[in-house]
């Protein structure tokens, strides 16, 4: 007995004092308006890709090139068939919100003309169930998925015509389940979609110029303003559309989400210092600067020149002050080195003219390393540049490998620690009011496809059921947001050690 007493008391003590990022914090320890959910996205959950009417995405033809070995969409976690389980889930756990998107190809299949009815049925069922649950919908109008017809019709995000068809398709959007969702998200990670899919190619609609990467088609040199450019211009067109028309009516709020990222300089010299607020500029700025202040930074407009598309000054007018929040997704820190040499190119392209060297924070290989300082860096630098606007931390969470453990100690470690640093972040004033895993499932991922995860509940794609199973970090969320326990990473940690003693029959042998 003595000896299972000192190895309990050494459990203690590494949980006390050794494991890191531990808080003491509950539910109740933020303000009851701020809500707390997870994410997921429709081409990444939804399967059923073939079914009742949907036609492609840029994201079905993509998958399906030949180019892209990360698996596909048409079946992943099979959320079509199986909403009403999943939401079951999230009622579960105790969540107050969930962020999906709607896939225009699904409820629009031609981009722009008559609705599908089971695709207007699925997304009324889906918001109906979660009411019925208390769950919060927070609804995403594109998630990198444009239908495939209209990028074949006229290059999608990099022609103008898209406003119009955008606007039409959020009208819809808008006038048929706008009773009963409150949050409107326009584009997804803005930036990272006008990086990685006009000027690197890497992602659909896999656009670029030859000298970049394999591209058949595209110009890294332009089409990344234009696509940027674009996106701008019809969530504003969307946002007054929603002003008009609805927002009276329903009282809902629109916004636009990026990708954060926390940024250090490579050295503490002033030119990697000066590199790094413009590396801000380039991947914060392209986007917050003409909501915000109706114009892109200066630093981008010197840098790319005429190929950088200019705002009327109607535009201008549209496009600032056109969000109600900022949705913000946030992962990983990067390192910034001065590098003016590629402003020495004469076919530059968005990359280039940021003019820097970019590595990424260590880590272990699926590990994402640990930040919270640099979110609340982040934070405080949106605050003093564009005002203390609303903010939703839209995503958030840690990978690891697909067919890791369900003890995902790391993501139970990764959440314990962002969700303690906004209740830091609260106390200093900041206008955050939401904070969302993701994600609920392990989907499809837009990266790394099934090889990695990033959910709370494990699906075995092998399996024909597509079981969903929790892993542990299902019962620390679960505690935290049911107010079971002051210190749930501390108490789980106990727990597990605790249970592993009482099935080790040699230890109680030994005594």
């Known amino acids: 007995m003595w000896t299972i007493l000192k190895i309990f008391a050494l459990v203690v003590f590494v949980g006390v004092f050794l494991l890191p990022n531990v808080h003491t914090y509950t539910r109740e320890d933020f303000p009851h308006d701020f809500v707390f959910g997870s994410s997921t996205s429709a081409y990444q959950i939804e399967g059923a890709a073939n079914e009742d009417g949907r036609k492609p995405s840029i994201w079905d033809t993509f998958v399906h090139a030949g180019n892209w070995h990360q698996g596909n969409g048409d079946v992943a976690c099979d959320h079509y068939h199986k909403y009403k389980e999943d939401v079951q889930l999230m009622a579960n756990m105790g969540l107050e919100a969930y962020r999906f998107s709607i896939s225009w190809s699904r ?134 559309l929603y002003r008009k028309k609805f927002q009276g009516l329903q009282h809902g709020f629109i916004g636009f989400n990026i990708l954060g990222f926390g940024l250090i300089p490579k050295t503490n010299t002033s030119e990697d210092i000066i590199a790094t607020q413009r590396a801000q500029e380039f991947l914060i700025g392209w986007f917050l600067n003409p909501l915000t202040y109706g114009d892109y930074p200066d630093i981008i407009k010197k840098n790319a020149g005429s190929r950088l598309p200019l705002f009327t000054e109607k535009e201008s007018n549209l496009v600032k002050g056109s969000i109600d929040f900022l949705g913000l997704n946030y992962y990983y820190t990067f390192y910034i080195k001065n590098s003016l040499e590629s402003l020495q190119m004469k076919e530059r392209d968005y990359m280039a003219d940021m003019a820097v060297e970019i590595t990424r924070n260590g880590g272990p290989t699926y590990e994402i390393p640990i930040t919270t300082w640099n979110l609340q860096e982040l934070l405080d630098s949106l605050k003093n540049k564009y005002g203390n606007i609303p903010i939703y931390i839209h995503e958030n969470g840690q990978k690891t490998a697909r067919n890791s453990s369900l003890d995902d100690w790391p993501r139970v470690k990764y959440l314990n620690a962002y969700i303690g640093s906004l209740r830091d972040v609260l106390r200093s004033g900041l206008n955050v009011r939401g904070y969302f895993v993701w994600s609920l499932l392990d989907g499809l991922e837009l990266v790394n496809g099934y090889d990695t995860s990033f959910g709370l509940y494990y699906i075995d794609l092998k399996d024909p059921s597509l079981k969903r199973k929790p892993k542990l970090s299902v019962d620390w969320y679960t505690k935290f947001l049911n107010k079971t326990t002051k210190n749930p990473n501390f108490t789980m940690e106990i727990n597990k050690y605790t249970t592993l003693l009482s099935q080790a029959p040699l230890l109680h042998n030994a005594t």
Not at 123 to 130: H, R, W
Not at 154 to 164: D, E, L, P, Q
Not at 167 to 189: I, L, S
Not at 200 to 221: D, E, F, M, V, W
């Open 107 to 240: 409820l629009i299949p031609d981009g722009r003309g008559p609705i599908n009815p089971k695709g207007l049925l699925f997304y009324n069922n889906l918001i109906n169930e979660l009411i019925r649950h208390g769950i919060q919908p927070h609804v995403t109008l594109h998630h990198w998925d444009i239908p495939q017809i209209l990028d074949d019709e006229y290059g999608g995000w990099v022609s103008r015509r898209i406003v119009k068809d955008f606007t039409a398709y959020a009208h819809v959007c808008f006038r048929e389940f706008g009773d009963r969702v409150k949050y409107w998200t326009t584009v997804n990670e803005g930036n990272v979609f006008a990086m990685f899919g006009y000027d690197l190619g890497l992602l659909p609609p896999q656009r670029c110029s030859s000298a970049i990467g394999k591209c058949s088609r595209g110009n890294s040199s332009t089409e990344p303003y234009l696509a940027a450019h674009h996106m701008l211009l019809a969530h504003a067109s969307a946002a007054r």
